[in-house]
């Protein structure tokens, strides 16, 4: 797309003020911060009888919140169940526990999501009512924005010439029940009125241009478009889905574009959105509620580890900042109980969620062992599978036995090391180091070359004068053959001494490059008296440099001298790390970063990796499919459907995707097989049961493809009136 069309439609744009005329009352009944908004009613679409009665004796408050500002978001379960209600009390509480199943952080005093979905209508209200004759968050842009958010680019033909205005959205999101990467394409039907969604296989190209000269000729709609606004608005008027192949001469509709939209139109009712709430709903159903405290209350370390076959992983330590923040539970039998969970997220470059991880550690203790620990901070040990790059993570460390979370955040730098280059992965401050069986090494935190080290609490280091700093640190090099520099040595020199302060210690010693293992990788240590420097503020750099290297690696660690206090910790560790590898979720996190760092080869044998070690993953189906799609490797997507298979759950562009292949490969009756089965677990989607009809017609079956066309059309109808 070119430059000068392509603008940012952000959400803290300018919009109009809301209007005061109604205060919102359920506010004041359930206590949350709810935007008066000036946006009327939204007909409800497709309700019965009884729920029409019985809305009738909602008050206002309720049917505007039910009709407006949850129109699109709300499960259609949800919504029996509110029109079920018989109290304004059980309402209130309904709504409640509704934004708080959707709250990113459950139990804290803000709502980042609800916030976030009355701005949003509150910008399609401002932005997208100049030509709908009646509210903007009623339109297809504003149910799309409200949904999916501001899109990552927006580009606009208003004035093109022989095109009635359209508007093209794309969107990078991580959704699973998603693509990606996509399109949104809207225009303006016959030029007159609000911009609609646009259709590949209903509307087509031909109906975006003006005039007679392209009416039922895409091939002609396809080479004025190309004249007036260029290839790239072609490809998107056949296909909104940038990696999928499309047919140029014969301009073939692709039905996975409308898949797409069917999901926009009804994501709230998608099977993996309510697989998200049952989760959140099953976790709020053993608690009440759940204090979320921000900032300071968590001691985070995170340390950059490479394994011995040269995997690279984030080792993360999370301990409570007071002995007293985790409390014990006396049982009957005289033990003790504590449960404490702990999420972290994992975020990308560009600020979006790679995937989330969650752990649950429950266990007793003995009186005796609660002496011995009474004094002492808790701590969880765990680790993630981050592929080199840059990440954000937000931990949550809860304990159920009082109900209170713990917040922390953390940016993190899993270094890459070029073919000649060599790094330092960071610096680790430990206190005690012991031997672990070497058939645990890469399951447990914080190891290296077989040794656990228990690492100190690096957010901030504080040591005391009479304690001696003690680190230890890896260096990684390309794999290569142990023989090539069996006989060289590196060049380590270690600086310590106060910033801006001067006269800084400095230590220089040698290292074997023998000592690298197979991975690529080196262990190295060291131990630094304190007694005698004075208080404050100290760096410690480690500088490592080879021969014929003119780059050297580089690793720092911040800490301070101060006569203080700090109570010791007992920490507990991950106990799932092997079974999670076992089951291939973190082949499947790993590709999922590696997606999100751009590197769509690596991702694709991970993901490769995570569907054999599990034939149900179907993230990983979908991702693989989606690569050997884009690629038109259709002789793959069968061989994994032979390997693979698919499950209930598989979405329905994959399942389109693997039929296609089929068809291309001269099996139309495979397909047929296929798509048959699909419906049985996906009854009312349209482009399945077209797709199912185009193949129909294939084999000559004339009767049974309009039977299929006429249902699928049934189910997707994006050009009836509007009620």
Not at 671 to 683: K, R
């Amino acid at each position: 797309m070119s430059a000068n069309s392509q603008q940012d439609l952000s959400a803290d744009a300018t919009i109009g003020a809301p209007s005061w005329s109604r205060s919102c009352r359920i506010a004041a009944h359930i206590s949350r911060r709810i935007l008066p908004l000036a946006i009327s009613t939204l007909l409800c679409l497709g309700a019965t009888a009884a729920e029409a009665a019985q809305k009738q004796k909602l008050k206002n408050d309720y049917k505007e919140w039910l009709e407006r500002d949850v129109a699109y978001i709300i499960t259609k379960e949800e919504r029996d169940t509110f029109l079920r209600l018989a109290s304004d009390d059980a309402r209130d509480n309904f709504i409640q526990r509704f934004w708080e199943l959707r709250n990113p952080t459950p139990g804290s005093s803000e709502d980042t999501y609800k916030d976030e979905i009355y701005r949003r209508i509150a910008f399609a209200n401002a932005n997208f009512a100049g030509d709908s004759g009646g509210e903007g968050w009623r339109t297809d842009r504003g149910r799309t924005y409200i949904t999916l958010g501001p899109p990552q680019q927006k580009e606009v033909h208003y004035n093109a010439a022989n095109l009635y205005p359209i508007e093209i959205w794309f969107y990078s999101v991580n959704n699973p029940a998603l693509p990606p990467f996509f399109y949104v394409m809207f225009y303006q039907r016959e030029g007159v009125g609000d911009l609609r969604f646009y259709s590949p296989f209903f509307d087509g190209p031909d109906k975006l241009v003006t005039g007679t000269r392209a009416i039922g000729n895409r091939q002609a709609a396809l080479r004025l478009i190309q004249d007036s606004v260029g290839s790239e608005v072609v490809r998107v008027t056949l296909t909104l889905l940038p990696g999928e192949p499309i047919d140029r001469t014969g301009a073939k509709p692709s039905l996975q574009s409308d898949i797409l939209l069917s999901t926009i139109r009804n994501l709230a009712n998608h099977p993996l959105t309510k697989q998200e709430l049952d989760k959140r709903r099953e976790l709020l159903a053993t608690v009440s509620a759940r204090i979320v405290v921000p900032g300071q209350n968590l001691a985070i370390t995170t340390f950059p580890v490479r394994d011995r076959q040269g995997l690279t992983r984030l080792d993360y330590a999370i301990r409570f900042r007071n002995p007293s923040d985790l409390s014990l539970t006396e049982r009957p039998d005289g033990r003790y109980q504590y449960s404490v969970e702990v999420r972290t997220r994992v975020f990308g470059p560009d600020d979006k969620l790679i995937f989330t991880q969650q752990k649950t550690v429950s266990n007793t203790i003995d009186k005796q062992d609660l002496a011995e620990i009474k004094d002492k901070r808790f701590g969880y040990e765990g680790s993630l599978p981050l592929q080199p790059g840059k990440y954000r993570l937000d931990f949550l460390l809860t304990d159920w036995q009082k109900k209170t979370g713990f917040q922390g955040e953390r940016k993190v730098d899993v270094p890459a090391v070029d073919q000649d280059g060599m790094a330092v992965s960071g610096v680790l401050p430990f206190s005690k180091a012991t031997s672990v069986d070497p058939s645990k090494m890469d399951a447990t935190p914080f190891t290296l070359a077989g040794v656990k080290f228990t690492p100190l609490d690096a957010s901030p280091l504080i040591l005391s004068p009479d304690q001696a700093l003690r680190i230890a640190y890896q260096i990684w090099e390309p794999r290569k053959d142990l023989q090539v520099h069996r006989s060289e040595k590196l060049e380590v020199e270690y600086a310590l001494g106060q910033p801006a302060a001067g006269g800084a210690t400095v230590v220089r010693e040698q290292v074997d490059e023998e000592q690298f293992d197979s991975g690529g990788s080196l262990v190295n240590g060291k131990t630094f008296r304190l007694a005698g420097r004075p208080g404050g503020s100290y760096m410690l750099t480690v500088t490592v440099g080879q021969p014929g290297n003119r780059q050297d690696a580089f690793g720092a660690l911040n800490f301070s001298v101060a006569n203080v206090s700090i109570a010791d910790v007992w920490d507990v560790s991950d106990p799932s790390w092997q079974v999670d590898a076992d089951k291939g979720i973190l082949d499947l996190q790993r590709g999922l970063c590696d997606l999100a760092q751009g590197k769509k080869d690596e991702a694709r044998s991970w993901f490769r990796r995570a569907l054999e070690r599990d034939h149900a993953d179907d993230t990983a189906r979908a991702r693989l499919v989606d690569a050997y799609y884009e690629r038109k490797d259709y002789s793959a997507i069968l061989s994994l459907y032979k390997d693979a298979g698919t499950t209930d759950d598989t979405d329905p562009v994959t399942m389109l995707r693997i039929a296609e292949s089929m068809e291309r490969s001269g099996k139309p009756r495979e397909a047929i097989s296929l798509l048959e089965a699909a419906l049985t677990t996906h009854p009312d989607n349209g482009p399945l049961y077209l797709a199912l009809a185009g193949y129909y017609q294939q084999i000559g079956d004339a009767q049974k493809a309009a039977e299929l066309t006429r249902k699928g059309k049934s189910y997707i109808s994006p050009g009836a009136p509007r009620k």
